[in-house]
């Protein structure tokens, strides 16, 4: 509810712009704005879980979840009255296209598996990682911006490695909605180096700056919140820096604030917001008859009921009077509200300080329809509102309703169209255009209302949605007269609109009325509970027009044959494609040739559905009708032709078949001629009659052609007969008898065939070769051959062959080369002779065999001791075909070997079988070879020795040893080095073992601390390098040795050699430097400080405060230097290892000047104490002290200045004589005033001067507390009044007390004054013209105060902008503690400053 720009609304400024806020925007008068179109789009299908109708179960699936409005989330739940569709309409109702689903459209998801981790999970990981790291990250860069100037390449490079590596695994994961493209990986990575550079690499970057001031206050407020625990809080704390830079005042000094306004008079608006209101008779329809009756419905019937805002702003109204102007007559009347606290009201505001003032909005109840005019409104006392002038009246009229219902059979103009009792229509399929004369409206949508009205129609074809718009509905009504009232136009109408629909689709089609909206622009949404199911929303099923077409398979280029065979069917299954709702009835036509016969078949299955042909014909589809259509839609025009068959028959003739060397019959050539249908098949026997004996063999010829030739030509003479008994085609598979008997006389003639698989390729010189040979025709034969070779050809003939296996002999064959068999002629006993060509076999005849041959060096075959791999070469000659058997022997030896070489080359080995004289004994392979009297020597080589030569070695019972030698002496300088033996062919690796025992008194079987196998390359003589550089005793033992021809390592064996020599290595003197108190404390733990990280771990540091009178004393103080000299440090030489009495050399370096040496010679024992010359001893400054060499009774020596240089072995120590420490006040600090007077907030700043760090004591409010102090500025914040003293600072670097305390540094911190508003809170005062006010004012401190109040304009409605300064008072030494101001003006009264004694807040 907002209030008219002409009314005044009564209120604080501040508070009215928090109502404002809850007003209804304003709304435009009568005239319509565009409608809203709802676009048509396709959307995902999901499944209901309402308890719909299976009958339209699937249509509201898809209507609920294609983008429909918010409000219809219930549009299909249906009504109990519907009725259920049966199983069987369920089956033939049109199923709707398939939608494809998300994850089928999504394409490819996460490279990460979805069966561990969804893809919304992974998104959630990812950004908790990413969320994470960014803590993280602020984490650090904020604790690095709290010191000035101070950067972290470590964080840098961090940071940018982490960067790229959370990038880089959003690129490879590419989780959908957080995808990165390379060109934003490497884009990213560029902004993260950017920023990286600037929060942890550059010390004055814009982000530090940034930040400091969070990080700032962050860490500061939660140091403060563990400094308000009691007890642990300032124990955990301390005194924090931070706390100290971020300590600010609390707000509770000045308090308060008072704001004065002033009220207009009351007023009266009815309808502020200009709305237009209808009534929805439906609601009001729906109320039951008892609901006045039931407790409590009174209040929710008024919450229905519609009401007419006024807004009252001023006293409570006791009398509220209206007017009604009625649509239908124009007649205005005067309405009165007289129980004015039974009305809804809303109260925004109350001021009991004024009475009954409020800010309150009344709802008048409304009944009926017409035009509403307030006219007076008055208090109890008889005072009238002030209402507006010119004000629109409010109209009220009736919310718009629609419904849809369904035409008639008769006005629809289709015999198929039907509507159940249950409103559920169907209809079968149009098959005419959409803009034919078919395209009859089935619909009507019936709206009421205040005309013209928009209806928002939501039509669903197998879901597929489509939104339809109907603009501008309005009744035809009669002209009407000038006597007409001004209001009749907006009186409730009744417009009707016929929807026009093709029904070209088949399916499921479903109508919903969406929303209505009048001319007033009232929208209405149409829902199931107030207008019921069945009157906002239609069913309607297109039954799709029943197809038939013949199957697929059909031969319709070809007839179909019907035959009597008992394989073949007397009949054939014409199979049919029906599409649509069964049973089916199919019409259709068989042409005989004499005349057409009209048929037709009823179906009720459509798997099952064929035509029985059992008559010749051509057979053609006419038509089809089922349940729901009583005609069919004709696709296949193709016709099938059905034909009779007729049983195959045979013509058979024969022609003999006539010999060209010889005279008579060899065969018959049979013609088949054959009638039918293709592929035939003639069956027939066939006998000899001169072989009684022999059975008849029955024989099957098979051909496609209709004519045939059959060639019988057997191979053996006799009188044959060809018996024809059956024929067989495809339609009659059983076959047909028939009788036709052929006669043949046949002379066989003679033929002859070599074998070349049984002939040898090759032979010796000398061997014969049998070539076998296959005769037939009649016995006995006569044979002719020629045999070639070269360029000489003999001829042979051979007679009187009875057998026809027969084999030529030829050989022995003496001359090499190739020797062929041709078969010439062949005659039988009939004397018929016939000529043989391309017969042959050709017999290779070898020359030799092969011949071997030893191919060794003068010198022999050398071989190794156990080398089972040794060869002896050899040189062959021979055929490569042929593998190779060769025999040899040792001179002196009757064993025999035998090696076999299965490929010939010129030069191949025979493994060698130990040392000796070898000879050749024979070679060959399919002929004997040659062998050559040549002979081959092998010799096995020694195996190479290693042993220690004793020339500088000396034995001690059963062990030999070096000389002993000192640590990190060389044996070569004392005693030679170990000399090795050698034996064989060089040069020669050895390898050794070297044991080292670090306790030189263990016993030699004992198992040493470490073994190293170690390896040298030597030549003869050869020596080996000893280890001298930690102390204890080795061991030196040799293991293996190898030369150049053995290879491999060999064992050493112990062959009466040295193969163990051991050698003492002594520790040298070390020693170490300590400082001492004269009370023989340490003053410096050995083990202090040292750690991975400390490279100076060995180094130790003195610190030594000198009081007044330690000082190096003067020419004429030598007295008191001889007292001084009792209090300082004592430094000693400490050794660990060696033997007394020792030397060493200790250098002093000074800070500044040249170093000395001292000399410590003859020290008895292991620790002895080093004095310092007096010109070095106690003098302010710093020194450091190092051991150069010591050296032990043996001679053994160690030095230090290699070794402290590099690793700080023996690292000495630090020596700084100091003064006593010292404290001032900053210049710059409050600490610094004379009277030592400081208030809270205040910084007591002081200079530390002295080596730090320090120890600092102070005492607060009687509280001693102790600190340690790093930096030379010392800070201490004054948060509370009371007493503050700096009691004593120390030095904590040096090894002795070193204090100073003081008396002057004493302060008195002082609270800060306060001053109270009121009661200290803020106060809105709502006051009427020409009141006073009296604001009162407590201040507290001490006296004289000083402080200044404002008064200010009333801040705007949004409150943002800080509002003008109208007056400003400064009130000066005011010794009171209470003050008033008093006052009639508008504003908000606040202090700004105060003042008292000592301290003032704001401070400057």
Not at 686 to 696: D, M, V
Not at 1250 to 1268: C, E, F, K, Q
């Amino acid at each position: 509810m907002s209030g008219n720009p002409g009314l005044t609304p009564v209120g604080s400024p501040n508070r009215l712009a928090k109502r404002r806020s809850l007003a209804t925007p304003q709304t435009p008068g009568l005239e319509s704005p565009p409608f809203p179109r709802i676009s048509s789009k396709p959307s995902k299908i999901t499944e209901s879980s309402s308890g719909d109708s299976q009958r339209s179960s699937f249509a509201e699936r898809v209507y609920r979840n294609t983008g429909g409005a918010s409000e219809v989330q219930q549009l299909l739940a249906e009504s109990s009255s519907v009725k259920p569709l049966p199983e069987s309409e369920k089956r033939r109702a049109p199923q709707p296209p398939s939608v494809p689903s998300a994850a089928a459209a999504q394409g490819p998801t996460s490279a990460f598996p979805t069966t561990v981790l969804d893809i919304p999970s992974q998104r959630l990981v990812a950004l908790s990682i990413v969320g994470l790291a960014a803590a993280l990250k602020a984490y650090n860069a904020l604790w690095l911006s709290l010191e000035p100037g101070q950067t972290s390449l470590y964080l840098f490079v961090k940071w940018t490695v982490l960067d790229f590596v959370l990038l880089y695994c959003g690129w490879r994961l590419h989780i959908p909605r957080l995808r990165i493209t390379t060109a934003m990986l490497y884009g990213l990575w560029a902004v993260s180096v950017f920023l990286n550079l600037n929060l942890f690499l550059l010390s004055s970057s814009v982000f530090v700056l940034a930040l400091k001031p969070v990080g700032l206050g962050v860490a500061s407020s939660f140091l403060r919140s563990i400094k308000s625990v009691p007890v642990v809080g300032p124990w955990l704390v301390g005194d924090s820096e931070l706390l100290i830079d971020s300590f600010q005042l609390d707000d509770e000094h000045i308090l308060g604030r008072h704001t004065i306004h002033i009220l207009p008079h009351s007023m009266a608006h009815m309808n502020p917001a200009g709305k237009d209101l209808c009534i929805d008779w439906r609601e009001a329809g729906q109320r039951a008859w008892y609901s006045r009756l039931v407790p409590g419905s009174s209040h929710m019937l008024q919450e229905r009921q519609l009401t007419i805002p006024m807004l009252i702003n001023g006293t409570r109204p006791a009398s509220i009077v209206y007017t009604h102007t009625s649509f239908e007559t124009g007649v205005t009347h005067k309405r009165s509200v007289t129980n004015i606290n039974g009305l809804r009201m809303e109260t925004v505001a109350s001021y009991p300080a004024l009475g009954n003032w409020v800010l309150a909005t009344y709802y008048l109840p409304v009944t009926e329809e017409g035009a509403y005019e307030i006219h007076s409104v008055s208090d109890s006392r008889g005072l009238k509102f002030r209402t507006m002038d010119g004000a629109r009246a409010t109209v009220v009229v009736g919310c718009p309703t629609a419904h849809l219902s369904w035409r008639q059979q008769d006005s629809s103009g289709d015999s198929t169209f039907a509507v159940d009792k249950s409103g559920y229509a169907s209809i079968c399929q149009r098959m005419g255009s959409p803009l034919s004369d078919d395209s009859v409206g089935l619909i009507d949508v019936v709206a009421e209302g205040f005309a013209p009205m928009d209806v928002s129609v939501v039509r669903l074809v197998n879901g597929h949605r489509e939104a339809i718009e109907l603009d501008g509905i309005a009744a035809k009504e009669p002209e009407r007269d000038g006597s007409a009232n001004q209001w009749t136009r907006f009186r409730r109408q009744k417009a009707t609109y016929t929807l026009s629909d093709a029904v070209l689709q088949p399916g499921e089609y479903v109508y919903r009325l969406e929303r209505v909206r009048d001319a007033a622009n009232h929208v209405v949404t149409l829902s199931d509970t107030t207008s019921g199911t069945s009157a906002i929303m239609a069913r309607m099923v297109v039954h799709a027009r029943p197809r038939v077409t013949w199957v697929s398979g059909l031969p319709l280029s070809s007839s179909i044959w019907l035959s009597d065979d008992k394989q073949r069917a007397s009949h054939h299954a014409l199979g049919l494609q029906l599409t649509g709702q069964g049973p089916w009835t199919v019409d259709y036509t068989i042409d005989t040739g004499a005349e057409v016969l009209h048929e037709s078949r009823t179906f009720t299955k459509a798997a099952a559905a064929a035509l029985e042909a059992r008559q010749a014909g051509v057979y053609s589809l006419v038509g089809v009708r089922d349940s729901h259509c009583t005609s069919g839609t004709l696709v296949d025009v193709d016709k099938v032709t059905v034909e009779r068959a007729v049983r195959p028959t045979a013509n058979i003739t024969s022609t003999p078949i006539m010999a060209r060397e010889c005279g008579g019959e060899i065969g018959a050539n049979i013609v088949l001629e054959l009638t039918g249908r293709p592929p035939f098949a003639v069956h027939y026997r066939k006998r000899n009659l001169r072989n009684t004996q022999s059975r008849a063999a029955v024989r099957v010829v098979r051909t496609h052609q209709h004519r045939h030739v059959l060639a019988v030509t057997p191979s053996v003479a006799g009188v044959y007969e060809l018996e024809f008994f059956q024929v067989d085609d495809d339609n009659f598979p059983s076959g047909q008898p028939i009788s036709t008997v052929v006669r043949q006389i046949v002379h066989a003639q003679p033929s002859a065939t070599i074998h070349t698989l049984r002939v040898p390729p090759a032979v010796c010189r000398g061997d014969s070769v049998k070539v076998p040979v296959h005769l037939s025709g009649e016995e006995p034969w006569q044979l002719t051959y020629a045999l070639a070779h070269s360029d000489n050809l003999v001829t042979y003939n051979v007679t009187d062959i009875t057998d026809d296996r027969y084999s030529i002999e030829v050989g022995p064959l003496y001359d090499p080369g190739e020797h062929t068999v041709d078969l010439v002629s062949v005659t039988d006993a009939r004397g018929c002779a016939r000529k043989l060509a391309g017969n042959s076999a050709a017999v290779l005849v070898r020359a030799s065999g092969p011949h071997v041959a030893f191919r060794c060096d003068p010198k022999g075959v050398r071989l190794q001791e156990g080398d089972e791999y040794s060869r002896i070469p050899i040189s062959l000659s021979a055929d490569a075909e042929f593998p190779v058997e060769l025999t040899y022997r040792l001179q002196d030896s009757d064993t025999v070997f035998h090696a076999t070489i299965n490929h010939a080359s010129s030069l191949m080995s025979v493994p060698a079988h130990g040392a000796g004289q070898y000879i050749l004994v024979s070679a060959r392979d399919t002929c004997p070879g040659t062998v050559a009297t040549t002979s081959c020597a092998v010799y096995v080589e020694p195996r190479p020795r290693a042993w220690f030569t004793t020339g500088n070695l000396s034995k001690n019972e059963s062990l030999w040893r070096l000389p002993s030698t000192c640590e990190g002496n060389s044996v070569e300088s004392v005693s030679g080095l170990l000399t090795l033996g050698l034996s064989g062919a060089g040069p020669w690796r050895v390898e050794y073992f070297v044991d080292y025992w670090a306790d030189d008194s263990a016993p030699s079987d004992s198992v040493p601390d470490r073994s190293t196998l170690r390896s040298a390359l030597v030549l003869d003589p050869a020596t080996l390098p000893t280890e001298g550089h930690a102390p204890g005793r080795y061991r030196y033992r040799l293991s293996t040795v190898s030369d150049e021809r053995y290879t491999r390592p060999q064992p050493i064996a112990s062959l009466g050699d040295v193969l163990s020599v051991e050698h003492l290595v002594t520790r040298s003197p070390v020693a170490a430097l300590r400082a001492y108190s004269k009370d023989g404390k340490p003053l410096v733990d050995a083990g202090k400080g040292s750690g991975l990280f400390n490279r100076r771990s060995r180094l130790q540091s003195v610190v030594h405060c000198l009081a007044p009178g330690q000082q190096a004393p003067s020419s004429d103080e030598s007295a008191a230097w001889a007292r001084s000299r009792d209090h300082l440090p004592e430094f000693r030489i400490e050794f660990t290892t060696g033997l007394p009495p020792f030397d060493a050399w200790v250098e002093v370096l000074p800070a500044s000047g040249k170093p000395e040496v001292i000399e410590v010679l003859a020290m008895p024992g292991h620790s002895h104490p080093v004095v310092l010359p007096d010109h070095i001893a106690s003098r302010i400054g710093r020194y450091h002290l190092r051991l150069l060499r010591t050296r032990d009774a043996l001679g053994c020596e160690h030095r230090y200045d290699t070794e402290s240089s590099r690793d700080l072995v023996g690292g000495g120590i630090d020596i700084e004589y100091i003064e006593a420490p010292t404290v001032r006040p900053a210049s710059s600090s409050p600490a610094s005033r004379p009277d030592r007077s400081v208030c809270i907030g205040d910084i007591l700043a002081f200079d530390l001067r002295g080596l730090g760090p320090w120890s600092i004591d102070y005492v607060y409010n009687g509280a001693h507390r102790s600190t340690m102090a790093t930096k030379r500025l010392f800070r201490r914040i004054a948060d509370v009044p009371g007493n503050f003293t700096l009691a004593r600072v120390c030095h904590r670097a040096a090894t002795n007390d070193c204090c100073s305390e003081f008396e002057d540094l004493s302060y008195a911190v002082h609270d800060i004054p306060r001053i109270r508003v009121g009661r200290g809170v803020d106060v809105h005062q709502d006051i009427l013209e020409g009141d006073l006010v009296h604001i009162p004012l407590y201040l507290t401190g001490r006296p004289p105060f000083t402080f200044t109040w404002q008064r200010r304009a009333l801040s705007d409605s949004s409150g943002k902008a800080k509002s003008k300064v109208l007056e400003s008072h400064t009130v000066k030494d005011l010794d009171a503690y209470e003050y008033t101001i008093t006052t009639s003006s508008e504003g908000t009264f606040e202090v700004t400053f105060v003042q008292d004694l000592f301290c003032q807040y704001p401070k400057a």
